[in-house]
């Protein structure tokens, strides 16, 4: 009789059904695309962070570096004095540590020993100049005529013996060249970050190749050097033989080239030295607490989480997530709130025009339990309804967004105390400063559809309590004055 009832009722009254379950599937249509978009931010965003960081590392311990250089640690080129006319090129190059203060390399086994740590390796973050070029010398000109560059061109000034005679052309032509490395321990190649790029080319280092003068290099530096598995790269004297080409998974590589810890502590004469520790919890829900055990057993080190360099992330990558994040939860909450008054209102309106109907049911015996049940589930079914038709929306609103996939815009770092200064992920400080474009998709997960069945059953419930709650005070004599 139950069924029975609801149906033909539902059957009946499907406009008014209708528009009470088109306003509950608005309401969760907007709850699952804001969701999904959330989603899509977060992705987005894990996405620039891995760009930073390998993947599986949790945290990096770094040590601030000095606000004022000294001048020590400029870059300073000799070249030689050249006696004959060939103008031979000189080159010369200048390997420096960047972006942190180094930390001894015995520093990765005491953070390996801390409470909640599952493994450390370190790295060393360099920045190399390669000064190459030429000089010209002169002519000496004199009134008469012109003479090789001799004595009186390298004076640089007028001839002795004629004092209208000068020196005219000569100079220099040298051109500069500046790229990254990353000194990564091929003994744990599971961590750092060259595990957030796949190799496309040649191969990986062996972890027997500790000092060996191998390098992988990154797709984008050797498409512009012209670099490919079997060529030399020499840096500050000592060849290279490139044994594989790297490609970032997501955003920029952390460097230009990969070359074993140990060959490039030699090369920066930074002898058991490290710039970077690479740290992987043993339990990922318990990252804060392990960083709080490595600062406190650590001191003078900064310890990053990707927590920390999330902050760091702004564009409008982090412009679209804060607007997902606050205003659309609030649109969200707002829509939700007025569907389900609005439905609960629907509901009772539709029972008071039911007074007739539902005065002449309690004559004839039905109790009052019995006809808020048949009130609150026709408004269940509603509810349903809607629930049906708000997930359909917002699978369409979310693909949508996924087919478009617009461009967001994220840019790494800030100022000199943020992680990108002295505390964050990456190869040094030109890592935590880039730019880099993410395209948004919008998933849609099983929570997001269980979250939507839950409100299409609270509304359907909050819809029912309102006519329920009307029903149970109808009397056979409301039913009575209806009658004409």
């Not at 992988?216 to 033989?241: F, I, M, P, Q, W």
């Not at 209102?345 to 005065?359: D, P």
Request: charged share 20%; hydrophobic share 40%.
């Amino acid at each position: 009789m139950f069924f029975t009832y609801l149906r033909r009722e539902l059957r009946r009254r499907r406009r008014a059904a209708l528009v009470v379950a088109s306003g509950l599937a608005l309401g969760i249509a907007l709850v699952v695309v804001v969701s999904s978009v959330s989603s899509g931010m977060g992705k987005a965003q894990d996405t620039v962070l891995e760009s930073l960081y390998g993947l599986g590392t949790d945290m990096t311990v770094t040590k601030a570096a000095s606000p004022t250089a000294n001048a020590s640690d400029r870059p300073r080129f000799r070249f030689d004095a050249q006696d004959d006319d060939s103008g031979a090129r000189q080159s010369t190059d200048r390997v420096m540590v960047q972006g942190f203060q180094t930390l001894p390399a015995a520093t990765v086994a005491q953070v390996g020993k801390q409470s909640g740590v599952s493994g450390a390796v370190g790295g060393l973050s360099l920045r190399v100049v390669k000064i190459d070029g030429q000089f010209t010398r002169g002519q000496f000109q004199q009134n008469g005529g012109t003479t090789g560059g001799g004595q009186g061109s390298r004076g640089g000034g007028r001839a002795s013996g004629d004092p209208q005679g000068e020196v005219q052309g000569g100079g220099a032509d040298f051109d500069v060249d500046s790229y990254s490395v990353y000194g990564a321990d091929v003994t744990e190649p599971r961590l750092g970050p060259l595990t957030s790029s796949t190799i496309t080319a040649g191969r990986t280092f062996k972890s027997t190749e500790t000092d060996a003068t191998v390098a992988v290099v990154d797709s984008a530096y050797a498409r512009t050097k012209s670099l490919k598995v079997g060529s030399t790269l020499t840096v500050n004297g000592v060849k290279l033989s490139v044994i594989g080409i790297a490609t970032a998974d997501s955003g920029d590589a952390a460097a230009d080239v990969y070359i074993p810890l140990t060959r490039a502590q030699t090369l920066a004469d930074a002898k058991n030295k490290v710039t970077t520790i690479y740290v992987e919890a043993s339990d990922s829900t318990k990252i804060d607490s392990v960083k709080a055990t490595v600062q406190k057993n650590v001191p003078g080190t900064t310890v990053t989480t990707s927590a920390d360099l999330a902050d760091t992330v702004s564009g409008s990558l982090s412009t679209a997530s804060s607007l997902a994040a606050t205003v659309g939860r609030w649109l969200s909450v707002a829509v939700l709130i007025a569907a389900f008054l609005v439905a609960g209102l629907l509901t009772s309106s539709a029972v008071s025009r039911r007074v007739r109907e539902f005065g002449t049911l309690k004559a004839l015996g039905w109790k009052s339990g019995r006809v808020i049940r048949q009130v609150a589930g026709e408004a269940m079914v509603n509810g349903l309804l809607g629930g049906a038709l708000g997930i359909a929306l917002g699978l369409a609103g979310a693909y949508t967004v996924t087919a478009i996939s617009p461009t967001l815009q994220a840019r790494l770092g800030g100022g000199q105390d943020g992680p990108g200064a002295g505390g964050g992920f990456g190869a040094g400080r030109q890592a935590a400063a880039r730019t880099l474009d993410v395209a948004l998709t919008a998933p849609v997960s099983a929570t997001t559809v269980a979250v939507a069945v839950v409100l299409a059953v609270g509304g359907g419930l909050v819809a029912g309590a309102f006519g329920g709650w009307r029903a149970s005070r109808l009397r056979p004599a409301d039913a009575l004055r209806r009658v004409e």
